[in-house]
């Protein structure tokens, strides 16, 4: 009697594997027809499509944008989106996404590339300087992708001080009177 761990599994008739430019992909076939008309006609009835002696079906097609087109065609609702900080969107990436899009017929996403929409699923805002003295500085709270550049000047200005060092008078030399000193009273605050 054969031990348990020898005894092979038929094939699972909902999987199949796809041997795209020499790289296998394992998915559902229900994963690639419900979203490729390609693949609908070519697991259809009206096609004798076998698999090679690997149980894989060769397309001549490039394995890393077959990748993203998988992705998708798992969940159709997130599409992709090919930006960074850096070098913002990369359209050859889109071009090519689209062009295969179009070949495998994936109507949706061929579209939504085509239409541009992925612009809409970045937002950047810029905002400009602002200028505040240290003492009115306040913790701010950002999000994670966010960041803040501080910059700090010191700027100097000429303020009065009372002689008498009454702190009222700061700044005031007209509030100094007869009571107060003369003498000199400014000197170099920084702010």
Not at 7 to 32: H, M, Q
Not at 150 to 179: D, M, S, T
Request: proline share 7%; charged share 25%.
């Amino acid at each position: 009697m054969p031990f348990a761990s020898s005894i092979e599994a038929p094939p699972d008739p909902n999987t199949i594997i796809l041997d795209i430019g020499g790289r296998k992909f394992k998915t559902l076939l229900s994963t690639l027809r419900s979203e490729s008309g390609y693949f609908e006609a070519l697991f259809s009835e009206r096609w004798d499509h076998k698999p090679d002696a690997e149980e894989s079906y060769f397309i001549d097609a490039d394995p890393e944008i077959f990748e993203h087109l998988l992705r998708y065609m798992r969940r159709p609702w997130i599409f992709p989106i090919f930006w960074s900080k850096q070098s913002g969107f990369d359209y050859s990436m889109y071009r090519r996404l689209g062009h295969e899009a179009q070949f495998f017929q994936i109507h949706a996403l061929s579209s939504w590339i085509e239409d541009q929409r992925y612009i809409n699923g970045i937002s950047i805002s810029i905002d400009a300087p602002t200028r505040q003295t240290i003492h009115l500085v306040t913790p701010e709270v950002t999000k994670g992708n966010e960041e803040i550049s501080h910059h700090f000047h010191v700027n100097k200005r000429r303020v009065y001080l009372c002689p008498r060092a009454i702190v009222v008078h700061r700044g005031h030399p007209e509030l100094c009177g007869a009571a107060c000193p003369q003498g000199p009273g400014w000197y170099q605050d920084g702010i």
